[in-house]
Protein backbone atom coordinates (compact mmCIF):
# COMPACT_ATOMS: atom_id res chain seq x y z
CA UNK A 1 0.00 0.00 0.00
CA UNK A 2 1.99 3.50 -1.06
CA UNK A 3 2.01 6.13 1.37
CA UNK A 4 3.03 9.96 1.61
CA UNK A 5 3.72 10.95 4.63
CA UNK A 6 4.29 14.50 5.07
CA UNK A 7 6.04 16.58 8.17
CA UNK A 8 7.33 19.60 9.29
CA UNK A 9 4.27 21.76 9.14
CA UNK A 10 3.11 24.26 12.13
CA UNK A 11 2.72 27.77 13.08
CA UNK A 12 5.15 30.66 11.93
CA UNK A 13 5.58 34.08 12.13
CA UNK A 14 5.40 36.10 9.08
CA UNK A 15 9.08 36.34 8.16
CA UNK A 16 9.71 32.70 9.50
CA UNK A 17 10.54 29.68 7.69
CA UNK A 18 9.44 25.96 7.50
CA UNK A 19 10.77 22.81 5.91
CA UNK A 20 8.26 20.18 5.34
CA UNK A 21 9.14 16.63 4.25
CA UNK A 22 7.21 13.79 2.52
CA UNK A 23 8.34 10.35 2.84
CA UNK A 24 6.64 8.22 0.04
CA UNK A 25 6.81 4.49 1.46
CA UNK A 26 5.32 0.81 0.06
CA UNK A 27 6.26 -0.11 -3.03
CA UNK A 28 6.23 3.26 -5.62
CA UNK A 29 8.37 2.93 -8.42
CA UNK A 30 9.18 4.70 -11.45
CA UNK A 31 8.12 8.19 -10.27
CA UNK A 32 8.58 11.05 -12.82
CA UNK A 33 7.46 13.64 -10.81
CA UNK A 34 7.00 15.07 -7.30
CA UNK A 35 5.88 17.94 -5.99
CA UNK A 36 3.43 20.12 -3.21
CA UNK A 37 0.36 21.79 -3.69
CA UNK A 38 -1.62 23.89 -1.30
CA UNK A 39 -5.41 24.46 -0.59
CA UNK A 40 -6.54 27.19 1.54
CA UNK A 41 -10.16 27.71 3.37
CA UNK A 42 -12.88 28.18 0.74
CA UNK A 43 -9.93 28.49 -2.26
CA UNK A 44 -9.39 25.54 -4.96
CA UNK A 45 -5.81 23.43 -4.68
CA UNK A 46 -3.23 24.97 -6.11
CA UNK A 47 0.14 24.05 -7.24
CA UNK A 48 3.34 25.11 -5.29
CA UNK A 49 6.22 23.54 -6.60
CA UNK A 50 7.15 20.57 -8.57
CA UNK A 51 10.23 18.63 -8.91
CA UNK A 52 11.01 16.50 -12.14
CA UNK A 53 13.37 13.40 -11.89
CA UNK A 54 16.55 14.58 -13.76
CA UNK A 55 16.29 18.12 -10.95
CA UNK A 56 14.17 20.79 -12.94
CA UNK A 57 12.15 22.56 -11.30
CA UNK A 58 8.18 24.61 -11.57
CA UNK A 59 7.29 26.86 -9.43
CA UNK A 60 4.25 29.29 -8.81
CA UNK A 61 4.81 32.91 -9.64
CA UNK A 62 3.96 33.60 -5.90
CA UNK A 63 6.35 31.76 -3.96
CA UNK A 64 9.24 32.48 -6.98
CA UNK A 65 12.45 33.47 -5.02
CA UNK A 66 11.44 31.98 -1.32
CA UNK A 67 10.45 28.35 -1.80
CA UNK A 68 12.89 25.64 -2.84
CA UNK A 69 11.74 22.04 -4.04
CA UNK A 70 14.22 19.26 -3.42
CA UNK A 71 14.13 15.55 -3.60
CA UNK A 72 16.04 12.12 -2.80
CA UNK A 73 15.81 9.58 -5.26
CA UNK A 74 17.57 7.43 -3.33
CA UNK A 75 15.15 7.39 -0.46
CA UNK A 76 12.08 8.47 -2.14
CA UNK A 77 11.67 11.91 -0.04
CA UNK A 78 10.59 15.45 -1.41
CA UNK A 79 11.46 18.65 0.62
CA UNK A 80 9.83 22.51 0.33
CA UNK A 81 12.16 24.53 2.10
CA UNK A 82 9.81 27.84 2.58
CA UNK A 83 11.73 31.03 3.48
CA UNK A 84 10.24 34.61 4.00
CA UNK A 85 6.64 33.56 5.04
CA UNK A 86 3.83 35.39 4.51
CA UNK A 87 0.16 34.83 5.66
CA UNK A 88 -1.36 34.51 2.62
CA UNK A 89 0.83 30.96 2.46
CA UNK A 90 -1.11 30.03 5.25
CA UNK A 91 -3.04 26.51 3.83
CA UNK A 92 -2.64 23.06 4.23
CA UNK A 93 0.48 21.53 2.23
CA UNK A 94 0.14 18.17 0.42
CA UNK A 95 2.67 15.85 -1.03
CA UNK A 96 1.89 15.00 -4.76
CA UNK A 97 4.07 12.02 -6.24
CA UNK A 98 3.11 10.79 -10.34
CA UNK A 99 4.15 7.76 -11.34
CA UNK A 100 3.72 5.50 -15.01
CA UNK A 101 0.81 4.19 -13.22
CA UNK A 102 -1.10 6.51 -11.39
CA UNK A 103 -0.53 9.84 -9.08
CA UNK A 104 -0.68 9.73 -5.10
CA UNK A 105 -1.54 12.16 -2.42
CA UNK A 106 -0.78 13.18 1.13
CA UNK A 107 -2.98 14.13 3.86
CA UNK A 108 -1.21 17.43 4.09
CA UNK A 109 0.10 19.26 6.79
CA UNK A 110 -0.65 22.70 7.84
CA UNK A 111 0.93 25.75 7.71
CA UNK A 112 -0.14 28.35 9.48
CA UNK A 113 1.82 31.98 8.97
CA UNK A 114 0.61 34.09 11.90
CA UNK A 115 2.23 37.23 14.17
Known amino acids: QVQLVESGGGLVQPGGSLRLSCAASGGIFRIIRMGWYRQAPGKERELVALIMGDGSTNYADSVKGRFTISRDNAKNMVYLEMNSLKPEDTAVYLC?????????WGQGTQVTVSS
Open 96 to 104: YVYTVIRDY
